[in-house]
């Protein structure tokens, strides 16, 4: 409560200081005028349904009309459309809601401003994304945090045994809406530190006539040049019947792209003082190579909802959504082991030098290595160099991989008067089942020359006469491995939600709860056997085994191909039953491994209270209004995991039980003439990941003589992390657009992060990746954004518009943690989208920038990587990056519609470095991706 007392007397203490602000400015047209329209006078293709948050089920007000040119009738109705209407519309949800939100509105049944959802959140200011093995756009974090609570329609959804959502897996075309909400109100679901992103569905009750949208594409990714089709469809209709009105929707969408992600990376370093000869002094990669990923994938979708308004008070709904993925793919690695050569020449030093501590092996000493096996070592890097009689080696990842996910939900929505109540059930089930069959096969090869003086930052690897071309003198290598998993997830959730008006200056009192009953499981089975004779031994020619030839790699030999063994060889069932006969290995797909396993059981309860408030100042525009309220949230956790310990199989089983008060508070000052103020206050919170809380641990013997032995194992005692969040908002509306800035502070206790200390198991030394609670961190910054349309220029011109926004997040990890003072993981400090706009007479188009300053995406201080001496921390930093996209559509009538569409049409790359510039390490070329797309609607 005293947050809630300082936060109104702040906002009334604004209203002195500024009265004329009251005065000021034209009041938008319908602002504070027109009531909300009702779901049946929304118009066709409109979004009407209520936030989470907003006061029951009434919907938000409607988009305010604007004086735009380009209009749709339907009857006596004028509809904005297009970009300037969805614009329109997410400003408007914007500003009425009661939380720190911002939304994306599409612009037409199955036309989202971006080719996918999490490509669209990437323009959200505060939102930065990154880009995936198959080039598509993943992963959003808000202000920084990937600790993102998902809800599809207000319930919670998944993606198998994780806590979070694969947002690529739901298609752009079936969202209507995605709201991300940056603060909290006690009714939002619990889970999500950094907030909470709801995807919303078209419904039938959003349309008022008949309907039937078709949609196909063509996509053109150019790293793989094929062409990859999509398409969907959506028809609904709703009819008046004896026993109330009856709408149906139902939506379909099917994808099939191909693509190609290459990767260029030179990898740790360590002394070359151990050979090979001429090496001495140098600053060595044990390796250079890279890796493609290419094949396709395919995205099947299909949601379906009915309603039933069985009186003018209560609606009865039944939602459904099955989402798959399916992509068989290749990982083809290529490398050079540079730690092989017999020799070095050519050598061009560089000024770039730092003493080390280097242990016997050339890497760096870990706790376990003895002080007499350290010495200390004056290194340097290099800008070019040649590496004579090495080994090298190509592999094929051959993958297959399968997710579905199914979601079933019924419900219903009381509204009669003041009092309205929602009562809603839903269970989701989720799995993925992933298949990784490994052949290496490798030769030694006269030489390589690796530069690193490349202006642009990236390697350039050149070998004479491209060696791995050739099919003569391949042998095999490390190991035949097999990497098979299963994970999958399973939510039963029910809530309910009620609220009556009072019509005082207390407006409403909500109360509600929620039981939530999720279980999770996760199988895998890795086996990796050397081939017969060892690696280099016996030639591949012993077998079958087929070659293809991979894509090249950028930086290496020019992009020229490679062969390496053939992806649908290594899937299919003769050729895995060959080389596991060939290899020795047992025939058939290995059984899941009892120490690679976890099962979950948790229950969680939660109840809220809130009341929202409004306080009118005299018979003027100021308004004061806001939230108060409180969630308690009790989380039952049972979790057993199966280690290894003196070569048999141990399973622990670990129980816990939270119980968190979360608070929240809120004030708006409405100052009128379009100007408001915003204050909250919110508790948040995340749980761990399940993964993260596995008590089992696994580890590998490395087959690579330069890669050390490495594993990984959960901490089941790790907490939630929690964190008190700030926000406080200046915002300003006109007809034809708004500004907004923000500052907000998150004082987070309990961050997890993962780190590698070197353990000892019976007798042998891994490298082990541990999750932990880093204690405390600060994330605060600026957030600004503006979006307008220049209608007040003459003629064609007044369809010109621009947006943009600018977010600065400063961060730092606290406590005693070895990260204490550096930067949060994954955290850009800067990050902006600036765009340019047109929406007129048919014409629809927009260009877009955004920019992602550099972060560091891997805590590498636990690795063998050698370093200057008294180096306590060792970072993988990303360097800034800027991607531009564009689209451009013509209604060619006012039922068809064909657009084009570029995105990262600059080819813009990850590229990344090791602590210092100059140690280089990956180059990612992401991909270009241009689109034709044809859109009808009847």
């Not at 079936?174 to 992103?197: C, M, Q, W, Y």
């Not at 308690?632 to 399973?651: N, Y």
């Not at 891997?858 to 306590?872: A, H, L, Q």
């Amino acid at each position: 409560m005293r947050h809630m007392l300082a936060l109104s007397v702040s906002l009334v203490a604004l209203t002195a200081a500024v009265p004329a602000l009251a005065q000021q400015g034209s009041t938008p047209p319908n602002a504070q005028q027109t009531p909300p329209p009702t779901d049946a006078d929304a118009p066709a293709g409109s979004d009407s349904a209520p936030l989470p948050g907003a006061d029951a089920v009434a919907p938000p007000p409607a988009a305010p009309d604007t004086a735009a040119p380009d209009t749709a009738t339907t009857g006596d109705e004028i509809v904005v459309t297009g970009i300037r209407a969805s614009l329109a519309r997410a400003a408007e949800i914007k500003r009425s809601a009661p939380q720190v939100v911002d939304s994306i509105v599409a612009q037409d049944i199955g036309k989202f401003p971006d080719p996918t959802t999490a490509a669209a959140l990437q323009r959200v200011p505060g939102v930065q994304v990154t880009v995936g093995g198959n080039n598509e756009i993943v992963n959003p974090l808000v202000r920084g945090l990937p600790d993102i609570l998902t809800t599809l329609d207000g319930r919670e959804i998944f993606t198998a045994e994780g806590r979070g959502f694969a947002f690529q897996d739901l298609p752009a075309e079936a969202v209507a809406r995605v709201d991300v909400f940056k603060s909290n109100t006690a009714n939002l679901i619990e889970g999500g530190v950094a907030g909470t992103i709801d995807l919303r569905l078209n419904k039938a009750f959003n349309y008022t006539e008949p309907t039937i949208a078709l949609s196909g594409k063509l996509n053109y990714p150019s790293n793989a040049e094929k062409l990859g089709p999509q398409v969907s469809f959506l028809a609904t209709d709703r009819w008046d019947t004896g026993i109330g009105e009856i709408g149906a929707l139902i939506n379909v969408s099917w994808y099939d792209i191909p693509y190609n992600r290459p990767y260029n990376y030179v990898a740790d370093r360590r002394s070359g003082a151990g050979g090979p000869q001429g090496a001495s002094g140098l600053l060595l990669p044990i390796s250079t190579g890279g890796l493609n990923e290419y094949g396709r994938y395919q995205r099947p979708q299909a949601n379906a909802s009915l309603q039933w308004q069985a009186s003018p008070a209560l609606e009865v709904y039944v939602d459904g959504l099955y989402s798959a993925y399916r992509s068989k793919f290749t990982t083809g690695f290529y490398e050079y082991r540079l730690g092989t050569a017999t020799s070095v020449t050519g050598v061009d030093p560089s000024d770039n030098c730092f003493t080390a501590r280097v242990a016997s092996d050339g890497f760096n000493p870990n706790a376990t290595t003895p002080a007499s096996q350290i010495t200390q070592q004056n290194l340097c890097a290099f800008n070019a160099a040649t590496f004579n009689d090495l080994e090298a080696f190509t592999s094929t990842q051959a993958h297959d991989n399968r997710t579905d996910t199914w979601l079933a939900a019924g419900g219903f929505r009381f509204d009669q008067g003041p009092a309205k109540a929602n009562v809603d059930l839903s269970y989701e089930r989720s799995i993925t089942n992933n298949a990784n069959f490994i052949v290496d096969i490798g030769k030694r090869v006269p030489s390589v020359t690796l530069g690193l003086t490349n202006g642009d930052q990236t390697a350039a690897v050149a070998a004479p006469n491209n060696p791995m071309a050739d099919p003569a003198g391949y042998t095999f290598i490390n190991a035949l491995f097999q990497d098979y998993s299963r994970a999958s997830g399973g939510l039963f959730a029910a809530k309910a939600d009620a609220s009556y008006e009072l019509g005082t200056i207390v407006k409403t009192i909500e109360v509600g709860g929620r039981y939530a009953d999720r279980t999770a499981n996760f199988q895998q089975v890795q086996l990796g056997i050397s081939p017969p004779g060892g690696s280099f031994a016996t030639p591949i020619t012993a077998t079958e085994l087929p070659l293809e030839r991979a894509p090249g790699i950028p930086q290496i030999n020019n992009g020229a191909p490679f062969l390496l063994p053939s992806r649908d060889y290594l899937l299919s069932s003769a050729g895995q039953e060959s080389l596991r006969a060939f290899f020795g290995a047992p025939a058939g797909q290995p059984a899941f491994q009892p120490t690679r396993r976890f099962d979950v059981a948790e229950k969680s309860y939660a109840a809220y209270a809130q009341a929202g408030y409004e306080v009118p100042f005299g018979d003027g525009p100021v308004v004061l209004d806001g939230r108060v309220g409180v969630r308690l949230s009790k989380t039952d956790r049972e979790i057993s995991g199966t280690g290894e310990v003196s070569g048999a199989p141990v399973t622990s089983t670990s129980r816990t039980s939270d119980t968190d008060w979360l608070p929240n508070a809120s004030a708006r000052l409405q100052l009128g003439g379009g100007l408001q103020l915003r204050a909250t206050y919110a508790r948040t919170l995340a749980r761990p990941a399940f993964g993260s809380l596995n008590p089992g641990l696994n580890y590998i013997v490395s087959t690579n003589p330069n890669i050390r032995n490495s594993g990984s194992g959960g901490n089941p005692l790790l907490r939630p992390q929690k964190s008190d969040s700030y926000d406080a908002t200046f915002e300003y509306y006109w007809k034809d657009g708004y500004i907004a800035i923000a500052g907000y502070y998150r004082d987070i206790s309990d961050r997890v992060l993962n780190a590698t200390t070197a353990e000892v198991i019976e007798g042998v030394t891994y490298n082990i990746s541990r999750p932990r609670n880093v204690g405390t961190a600060k994330l605060k910054g600026i957030e600004a954004s503006a979006q307008t349309f220049f209608s007040f220029l003459p003629g064609d011109l007044a369809g010109f518009g621009a947006f943009g926004n600018f977010t600065l997040a400063d961060s730092e990890v606290g406590g005693d943690d070895p990260l204490a003072g550096y930067a949060l993981q994954g955290v850009s400090k800067y990050n902006f989208n600036a765009g340019l706009l047109y929406d007129r007479k048919g014409i629809s188009a927009r260009v877009v920038y955004t920019y992602r300053s550099s972060y560091f995406d891997e805590d590498r201080t636990g690795t063998g990587d050698v370093r200057p001496i008294d180096t306590p921390v060792w970072l993988n930093y990303v360097r800034p990056n800027g991607r531009l996209d564009f689209s451009l559509g013509y209604d060619v009538t006012k039922n068809v519609t064909v657009t084009v569409e570029g995105s990262n049409i600059l080819r813009s790359r990850y590229r990344s470095y090791i602590n210092e510039d100059y140690l280089w390490r990956d180059t990612r070329t992401d991909d270009s991706l241009y689109a034709v797309s044809v859109r009808t609607r009847f």
